[in-house]
């Protein structure tokens, strides 16, 4: 875990449970969708504070697609899931080639098929939080871009460098093709105190 916050270990394998049953959820659903096995890999789970979220995941200037939703409910805040925008496109091209035939696919058509992969792992995780903890959340409809690291943070709106930062790390496998990415929650009171103190955070 990061240093910015001293957890116990039972509290850490609290968080991994978030993970865990997350990356269950979404393997379930990518499977429905794309209609085959996918298989995740174990989550890695971080507290971190904003102004280290971009060094950590990457070069700034790394070439990403990020999906942005905002967060209501009893802990608002905001979501960013991202994905190495290269890789993302070669998935997305792979698995409508399967379905539609090997056709002229539109930017559009491909962008709301990674829009709807975005939102699938996002929503997963966000289940699961919802289920360990009781709290209530709901997630905005997202936003899609592509661009840098940097360029995507430009979408968080009214964040502090000392903000806690829930960052999940996983990777989804359809047969040889693999997707890298990360879902990041930031809560907009500046921690994650309300989630983290159902574990026993104090």
């Not at 698995?95 to 559009?108: A, T």
């Not at 936003?143 to 943070?153: E, K, W």
């Amino acid at each position: 875990m990061s240093q910015s916050m001293s957890l116990s270990e039972l509290q850490k394998d609290a968080l991994k449970e978030v993970g865990n049953i997350g990356a269950g959820h979404a393997a379930t659903a990518l499977s429905q969708l794309l209609n085959t096995k996918i298989n995740l890999s174990e989550p890695r789970i971080e507290v971190i504070k904003f102004r280290d979220l971009a060094s950590r995941i990457g070069n700034e200037s790394r070439t990403v697609a990020a999906l942005h939703m905002y967060v209501r409910g009893e802990a608002p805040g905001q979501m960013i899931v991202i994905f190495d925008r290269e890789q993302a496109l070669d998935f997305v091209s792979a698995f409508l080639k399967r379905v539609i035939g090997d056709i002229q696919i539109f930017d559009s058509i491909a962008d709301s098929t990674l829009k709807e992969l975005g939102n699938i792992i996002a929503g997963s995780y966000l289940t699961a939080i919802i289920q360990l903890t009781n709290i209530n959340l709901l997630p905005s409809v997202p936003t899609l871009s592509y661009g840098t690291i940097q360029a995507a943070f430009r979408t968080l709106m009214s964040i502090l460098p000392d903000q806690d930062v829930f960052l999940i790390e996983s990777a989804f496998l359809d047969k040889e093709k693999v997707v890298a990415g990360q879902f990041i929650l930031i809560p907009e009171t500046g921690s994650l105190g309300p989630l983290l103190s159902v574990f026993g955070v104090e």
